[in-house]
């Protein structure tokens, strides 16, 4: 009797923990539940708790097996990954090779959004039905780093659905993917209501363990920030994301607290070094960002510990490169800024014929980085020391980036996050001399120097990991002794957390709900 | 009465299509979808491909001609961002703007109606002061201030009602309610107050003036002279004509509320109409700008037309020189 009601007392608490619900607030809404359809963070975030990859990230966010098991190159151009066995989609259909064909045909298809990502594949060929080999065009080293937000949906479902291509927003041509989702993922999606409300479910039939304890999730998103905190505050929601830097400290005291860490996007500052002279200067006659001694004079000019602190509340991280760490192809020793000094900044500018400074506009977006608009005027205020008068146009993301997309710039700030977690995608998009494929398609000042372009290249087909190491290093190096761009930092993540939870935040800023975990009290 | 109502639909619709042009007039100072569309890692051949599929390669005026021609049949094209029809996306946001403004307005009217009165009848006493001061703030503090602050004392401090989103709703058809479960109630309270203060306060202070206006005129004065009560000349008589010209306002308030409901929505993330406009503004989904601002424009010339013709029916001296014409 008593083991009886201790077993009856044991599954009541069972049940109580299995009912766990987390609600979760974003400042935006996964546009579409298509795995294909969106190349944005919080798209793929969404989805990836619903669809899966043959290879994701760990906690740690090393490359680890999902929907493969294991992977091997049997070629310089050829690798082979074994499929998982016993995996099921979320309707019941069991997952083979021909899935994963049919998904990197749609992934790299018409209407999707992910065919960048897949520009270098050229064939995925079934070998069984748990085996599959994906064909390079030309040997690439990181294709598992590559291939990790390529979604596996199910063939059969697709089909059935009309959901054979991602939906084309050009045509608006809507089919069910957008609305239902399929996926083998740990979650299902029970409810889904654009831009108000979306509702996932744990999915018992599951192949793997499920870390966290949570069975139901409620994303909803609420773009104001101040209601965002209220949200978490008010103890509406439990998580949410991102946290506005002034009110780290007050959300970091009581029921709820605030995990950070580094983003992989890197913000920082470019010159327009192309034109002979600048479009808007009062220097006439010559380009003052031709001379590396203006640029390293900006360079030293700026504060970065001011803005760190002051700017930021310490929710940045200073950088000397392109790229911070969790990014492949980081490195401590190459970390080091230049430092801050004003004399001497002064004194190269007098060097290069600018005693006295010039005067420059700087463009500036106001709502897509984390404190853009008074990190820019910052940096003019510490630009005046050395002469330098800075007009600065801050503007909406929606008139910034079509300017500075169209070089219409001298002077700008950009952030970067590479999409392949690979320094290589930073070099080839943010360095390479700009040509009108694709290379350089982000160097915005144009900068170009044929040597850097040249290891570029080798470390493009390089697939030896510690000498193509060792090339990244020498690009950034070639890079940052021509100070190239001047790199500001890392802007850090902000997740407002009620105490009653624990996640893991990882540097790309995807949230897994398998590993959200929430206490009983 | 026929000529003067084809008159004003004539008018009505001069209106529209000046407002639609304005409209994608200024879209094309907005920015470029294109850059929103497509991610980072797109090539600059998948750029000029979709420029020339969204038709944004084309002249203005071509633009715009399809545009008129798609709006005239209420079609309003695709959202660029969502890749939704524009229309389905308005049809699925604009209950909860309604529903907001209408509970707004009967809070306006239900409580700013008889403060005003009070405040008229009372003129001197303490109460009415406080009405007045109070109502001075209501008129001067920015809505998404007043939206903070309730979200602030009412949720965050007190824990009492929800700060945001419109709670459980029920469908009757395509129309979504919030107005048949508690929990839609609940929600609705902080921001129906918040976008009804302005509201209220104009309404409390025009019924304030009209009465005292009243007040003054002969016929009460006659009216008290025939010795009838002051229940039977404040109500009977005065409100009954202190009321017509704030049923006008009210009439055009409505309008002004789902229009300006934009920062009530954004503040407490109700899923209406003004929420879709800013972020179709952050992301220039200019189709769905322009066909907000063409539903808004609809919405203000129909109330206007109807008052119009209240006014007619209402005032026969307005009907003699509506027939004879201008």
């Not at chain 1, 082979?80 to 259909?93: A, E, I, P, Q, W």
């Not at chain 1, 801050?340 to 010039?358: I, R, T, W």
């Not at chain 2, 309404?203 to 229940?231: H, N, P, Q």
Request: net charge positive; with cysteine; glycine share 8%.
């Amino acid at each position: 009797m008593r083991l009886a009601l201790m077993g009856s007392a044991l599954a009541a608490m069972v049940s109580v923990a299995s009912a766990q619900t987390v609600r979760i607030a974003n400042q935006g809404d996964a546009l579409s539940l298509d795995p294909h359809s969106l190349n944005e963070t919080l798209q793929l975030s969404v989805n990836a708790n619903v669809y899966e990859s043959l290879a994701g990230r760990d906690k740690k966010m090393n490359i680890a097996p999902l929907l493969a098991t294991s992977w091997k190159q049997t070629s310089p151009t050829v690798w082979r990954f074994d499929l998982r066995k016993n995996v099921k989609f979320h309707d019941g259909t069991p997952f083979t090779a021909d899935d994963v064909v049919f998904s990197f045909a749609r992934a790299a298809g018409e209407g999707s959004d992910m065919k960048a990502h897949l520009a270098e594949v050229k064939e995925v060929r079934k070998v069984d039905d748990h085996t599959i080999d994906i064909e390079t065009r030309a040997p690439l080293p990181i294709l598992p780093a590559v291939i990790s937000s390529t979604a596996i949906m199910s063939k059969k479902w697709c089909e059935e659905n009309q959901a054979v291509r991602p939906v084309d927003k050009r045509k608006g041509i809507e089919n069910t993917a957008s609305f239902k989702a399929n996926g083998t993922g740990p979650f299902r999606v029970r409810e889904r209501q654009p831009n108000v409300r979306t509702t996932f479910t744990r999915n018992p039939q599951y192949w793997g363990k499920i870390d966290g304890n949570v069975q139901e999730v409620i994303f909803t998103p609420i773009a104001s920030p101040s209601t965002r905190v209220a949200a978490l505050a008010s103890g509406q929601v439990d998580i949410m994301e991102p946290v506005p830097v002034q009110d780290v400290a007050r959300l970091n005291s009581g029921n709820t607290r605030v995990i950070t860490g580094p983003e992989l996007r890197t913000i920082f500052l470019g010159m327009d070094q192309k034109r002979d002279e600048l479009l808007f200067s009062s220097v006439k006659g010559k380009n003052p960002f031709k001379d590396k001694r203006v640029r390293q004079a900006f360079y030293q000019a700026i504060d970065i510990d001011g803005i760190r602190k002051t700017i930021m509340r310490d929710a940045s991280r200073p950088t000397a490169l392109m790229v911070g760490p969790g990014v492949n192809g980081w490195n401590a020793e190459q970390d080091k800024r230049l430092p801050y000094d004003v004399e001497g900044a002064k004194k190269l500018m007098a060097d290069a014929g600018y005693p006295s400074g010039f005067e420059v506009t700087m463009n500036c977006p106001t709502d897509r980085y984390m404190n853009d608009g008074q990190i820019c005027q910052a940096v003019a205020a510490n630009l005046s020391k050395i002469g330098v008068k800075v007009n600065l146009q801050a503007e909406t993301k929606g008139t910034y980036f079509p300017r500075v997309l169209r070089r219409d710039t001298s002077f700008y700030m950009l952030g970067w996050a590479p999409t392949s977690y690979d320094a290589h995608n930073v070099l080839s998009s943010l360095t390479a001399c700009a040509d009108d494929k694709g290379n350089g398609q982000f160097n915005l000042g144009s900068y170009c120097n044929p040597k850097l372009d040249e290891v570029i290249k080798k470390i493009q087909v390089e697939t030896d990991q510690p000498k193509r190491d060792a090339l990244i290093r020498e690009a950034f190096q070639i890079h940052m002794d021509d100070i190239g761009h001047l790199p500001l930092h890392q802007q850090s993540l902000a997740w407002g957390v009620s105490r009653k939870v624990d996640l893991v935040q990882l540097a790309d800023n995807f949230m897994f709900f398998k590993w959200i975990t929430v206490k009983n009290k | 009465m026929g000529a003067f109502i084809l008159r004003r639909l004539l008018q009505a619709i001069i209106v529209m299509v000046s407002v639609a042009f304005i409209a994608f007039l200024l879209f094309q100072y907005v920015g470029d979808p294109v850059v929103f569309l497509l991610g980072q890692d797109a090539t600059p051949e998948q750029i000029r491909q979709l420029r020339a599929d969204l038709g944004l390669d084309q002249p203005f005026f071509v633009q715009f001609w399809h545009f008129l021609v798609n709006a005239a049949q209420g079609e309003f094209g695709l959202s660029l961002r969502q890749g939704a029809k524009v229309s389905r996306l308005l049809g699925e946001r604009f209950p909860a703007t309604f529903e907001l403004a209408l509970v707004a307005a009967v809070l306006a009217l239900v409580v700013g109606i008889p403060m005003g009165v009070y405040a008229a009848l009372k003129r001197g006493s303490f109460l009415s002061q406080v009405f007045m001061t109070v109502s001075l703030l209501g008129v001067s503090l920015p809505t998404f201030l007043i939206g903070i602050l309730l979200i602030l004392i009412f949720s965050v401090w007190l824990g009492w009602l929800p700060s945001f989103g419109r709670g459980e709703t029920v469908n009757l058809g395509w129309w979504s309610s919030g107005l048949f479960t508690v929990d839609g109630w609940l929600h609705m309270i902080l921001p129906a107050i918040t976008l009804a203060i302005f509201q209220l306060t104009l309404i409390m202070r025009l019924v304030r003036a009209e009465m005292l206006e009243v007040l003054r005129t002969d016929y009460i004065k006659f009216a008290r002279a025939r010795g009838l009560s002051d229940r039977a000349i404040y109500f009977g008589h005065a409100l009954k004509n202190t009321l017509v010209p704030v049923m006008t306002i009210t009439g055009l308030q409505l309008g002004g509320l789902i229009a300006f409901a934009i920062i009530t929505e954004t503040v407490f993330q109700w899923p209406g109409m003004g929420l879709l406009f800013i972020q179709a503004v952050t992301f220039a989904d200019v189709p769905v700008m322009a066909a907000y601002l063409c539903l808004i424009a609809l919405i203000f010339v129909v109330i206007n037309l109807i008052v119009d013709m209240l006014y007619v029916v209402v005032d026969p001296r307005l009907r003699v020189s509506s027939a004879g014409g201008h």
